[in-house]
Each structure stands twice: as C-alpha cells, then as structure tokens.
C-alpha cells in the first residue's frame, strides 16, 4: 500500500474552522488519512464549534491546533487554508505539496443570540463537511 496522505488544515482567526476540518477528516478518511491542524490565533476552543460538531456526531473536543510556526509543510501532502488570513500568511510551501485554499466564513465573529450563533455555525460546519468530502474523494483516488 502507499504512502498515507497527510493533511493540514491552517487558520489564523481561531480554532473553530480547524475543529471542524479536522474532525470530519478523521471520521471520513479514518485509517486512510493522518490529519493535523494549526493555528497562528486564537486556540481556545467555542462552546458552538463543539456543539454544531456533536449535533453531527463529532466530538471534537480532544483536537487541538499546532502553533503553525512550529510545523514543517514539507512533511505533508496537503495543506488547507481555510480563512483568506490564512492564504495570505501562510509561509512559503514546498513544491509537491498540494495547497487549496478554503474562504470558510469565521462562525466566531457573530454576534447576535444564541439561536443566530447556531444557525452560523451550523451553515460553516455544513459548508466544511462538504468540501472535506470532495477532499477526500480526490485525495484517496489519487
């Protein structure tokens, strides 16, 4: 069997993204992917985040982010950006790496009651679940 593809998902506005990206990494690429995330923000963890993810039946409470200062790029197949911040901070990565590069909204920003927050972060959570399917649909085809 070949190399197993390695995935990092990198956000700049907080952990919340990450949480999601790499949470429904895990529970669709299971043993066929190794996934990590990192953060040059905010790494506390929202309450919302982990409500939205266990209202699909994701506990992503135990993930947390590297410092992305603190990762080497060239050790992964992939790299993920997942805020403009993100795309536009991320240091250079080496050629045969494959970089997307995913506008998700920061769900952390909204403000308004907590029926507004969940509506938020649920349309962020759906949004990311669909684009780590596709992910790995090309990912592990490849």
Known sequence: MGKKA???FVCTDGL????????????????NVEVDSAVSGDQSANPYCQWAMNEAGIDVTHLAASPLDSLDFSSFSHVVTLSGKAE??????PSGVQVEHWRLPDP????????????TFRAVRNATEKKVKDLLTRVLRG
């Open 16 to 31: 919340a993204r990450c949480q999601m990206a790499e949470g429904f990494t895990r529970y669709y690429g299971g043993a």
């Open 88 to 93: 536009e901070n991320l240091a250079s990565v």
């Open 6 to 8: 390695r995935i990092l």
């Open 108 to 119: 952390t920003k909204v403000r308004g009651n907590p029926q507004d927050l969940i509506k």
